[in-house]
């Protein structure tokens, strides 16, 4: 079944310059697709032809009847004094109109002996328990607790919460209304990794329609199934996920030029051979001339393909700084207090040269503080941060300012660094600032395009510890890209803090996790890091009692073997924590080691055999843990 149809659909903002131009697209039920674009190439008016709230000049916009849609960056404007709880339970507004009839319906039959009462009470009463209306306050608190709206946010003022707050808010009245289609514009922008990952478990689980446009590539890995991307105004399509449609859209792109070539290399063959033919046809042969004519116009016929052209890629590079000496920074008991409210206690981290560290955590956990204690723009309350004598920092804030925003691009290169006005043009063309637009005044910039041009800003420093607070926060995939190829040719310190998985995992080779107030610290990828998060939790699962302690007491035990079992249960736990404490210390062994090329591929052999044996451990406990609980009874 069809649940969404899009045909033909032409939009054009200004004269002469269209947007949409014939994009068609048909969905079915149950598809997840991932819409692609650069910014500006009509993702969002998509989404607003969708719901009506913008017209096309040409093309329709069909779905399916009955289909109820909601879309995530439309915020709905509620009555002054709507608290968070208040906007919550506006989701089940059907249900409370139904339960309020079923009161009254109940207060006639108390009155009356009507069948057609009793009759309208048991209907509405079968549609309100289907519709879920009895497991309402257990369906919120799943929703909340996943996408971190607690207690205290639920009772505050709709109207008082950001920007971000507001987005998380609707997306959680979307998911308790039970939405057919599912429209999410930048789901992810504004939640931290934990809800990200229940959203995505969430969707999985999803039976109804999805249609995501998304910046966030892991998101997009984890949740779309088919891959569609506005190019010139059209739908190119990809059936697969984004690590396919990468793979594809390069394969497409390789194809193309091999087209693009032969047939470049065949219109070279016949032009020399029409020059030929002009030059004899020249010399009085007129059979000639016209077998020339007739070639030029088989030359035209030949000239169907484009050339294909790539994105640009970012030239510039980070000017990096010799790191000399042992360590790059010390943390010592480190505390910082905010409001009554503890951000952290007693962190101790010692960081050595050439580390690329990921600073992970909640919102609002405090690690923007941290970065800032280290920058020196936050006093602690206790406790000290030292950087080597040869360390020079280069800071990207999450909050993007400049001194004077009036400025125009070119102007304020030339104000902040030490360049001439060729050099600034050609820096900030490096960052895809060309043409007229380095003449836009800083403050008419977007906050990608400003982020972007604080790094063009910082790549005139010779830096040896870079510093970034959500690099990629605002930034569509090209620009993340752009990025990406920056730090990845800087082989300086990093210490970053983002809520982009793809990032963490391409940069990181250390994982800090601040979480109640205290760091933990692990040496590693982020795949490594979740993996051994899932065998913590896998660990406390299996060994955490069933039943409360009283009632497994009331229980009569079964005799014999119980004890031998917990020996050997007990053996298995210590086995499990040996081999993981050896595995902490090869992946320490491999950062001392990687310049020793021999050296690494021998404990990543060692590591690879761990692993197998780990899994077999696991194994080996979980089916022992079993045994012993059926022995316990």
């Not at 709880?85 to 108390?110: N, P």
């Not at 380095?438 to 510890?465: T, W, Y």
């Not at 499990?576 to 902490?584: A, F, H, K």
Request: proline share 3%.
């Amino acid at each position: 079944m069809i649940d969404i149809q899009i045909t033909g659909l032409v939009k054009e903002f200004e004269v002469g310059k269209r947007i949409l131009d014939g994009f068609t697209l048909q969905i079915d039920q149950g598809e997840r697709v991932g819409l692609l674009g650069k910014n500006g190439a009509g993702k969002t008016t998509i989404f607003r032809m969708m719901t009506g709230e913008v017209e096309p000049d040409e093309g329709t916009v069909a779905i399916a009847p009955g289909k109820q849609l909601g879309l995530i960056s439309q915020i709905p404007v509620y009555p002054s004094g709507y608290t968070v709880q208040a906007v919550l339970d506006t989701a089940f507004t059907r249900l409370h109109q139904m339960e309020e009839e079923m009161g009254q319906l109940a207060a006639r039959m108390g009155e009356e002996n009507d069948p057609g009462v009793l009759a309208r009470y048991d209907k509405l009463s079968a549609a309100f328990e289907r519709g879920g209306g009895y497991d309402t306050e257990t369906r919120m608190n799943k929703v909340c607790n996943g996408l971190n709206i607690d207690e205290d946010m639920r009772s505050r003022l709709f109207a008082d919460l950001s920007g971000g707050e507001k987005t998380r808010i609707n997306l959680a009245r979307l998911i308790l209304e039970d939405t057919d289609i599912l429209l999410l514009d930048e789901p992810t922008n504004h939640l931290d990794l934990n809800a990200t990952e229940w959203l995505e478990g969430y969707l999985e689980q999803f039976k109804g329609t999805v249609l995501a446009i998304s910046h966030d590539r892991w998101f997009l890995d984890k949740v779309v199934r088919r891959v569609v991307e506005i190019q010139d105004g059209q739908a190119e399509l990809y059936s697969g996920n984004y690590s396919f449609y990468v793979e594809e859209k390069e394969r497409r792109y390789q194809e193309r030029m091999r087209r693009y070539d032969k047939e470049q290399a065949k219109i070279a063959q016949l032009e020399k051979a029409a020059e030929q033919l002009r030059m004899w046809a020249f010399q009085g042969m007129d059979k000639t001339y016209r077998r020339a004519k007739s070639m030029e116009k088989r030359i035209e016929r030949l000239h169907t393909t484009d050339k294909p052209t790539r994105d640009q890629k970012l030239t510039a590079r980070f000017g990096e700084r010799e790191f000399h000496g042992d360590e790059a920074m010390v943390v010592s008991n480190l505390t910082k207090c905010f409001e009554g409210r503890t951000l952290f206690a007693g962190l101790n981290l010692e960081v050595a040269g050439g580390e690329r560290i990921a600073l992970l955590g909640d919102n609002g956990s405090g690690k923007s503080t941290f970065l800032k204690i280290i920058m020196g723009e936050v006093e602690p309350d206790d406790g000290s941060v030292y950087l080597g004598p040869a360390i020079r920092v280069g800071y990207l804030p999450q909050i993007i300012l400049f001194e004077r925003p009036d400025r125009n691009l070119v102007d304020t290169m030339l104000y902040t660094q030490d360049c001439s006005v060729q050099e600034a043009r050609d820096r900030l063309a490096a960052f895809q600032f060309r043409g007229e637009d380095v003449f836009k005044p800083v403050s008419a910039l977007s906050g990608g395009e400003q982020s972007r041009l604080r790094l063009c800003m910082l790549m005139d420093h010779r830096i040896n510890l870079l510093i970034l607070d959500e690099p990629t926060n605002h930034l569509d995939i090209n620009s993340r890209e752009w990025i990406e190829g920056a730090v990845d040719a800087y082989g300086g310190n990093l210490l970053f803090v983002s809520h982009d998985r793809y990032f963490i995992e391409k940069f990181a080779n250390r994982i800090w996790v601040l979480e109640q107030g205290m760091i933990t610290d692990f040496r590693g990828t982020y795949r490594e890091f979740r993996a051994a998060r899932e065998r913590q939790e896998k660990f406390k699962a299996v060994t955490k009692p069933d039943r409360a302690p009283e009632k497994q007491q009331d229980k009569p035990r079964r005799s014999g073997g119980t004890k031998e079992l917990e020996k050997q249960v007990r053996a298995a736990e210590r086995a499990v924590e040996r081999t993981e404490i050896r595995l902490d210390e090869l992946a320490q062994a491999a950062e001392e080691a990687a310049s020793d090329y021999l050296k690494l591929q021998e404990i990543y052999a060692q590591r690879e055999e761990l692993e197998d044996e780990l899994a077999r451990l696991y194994t080996q406990w979980e089916q022992l843990a079993a045994e012993l609980e059926q022995a316990k009874g």
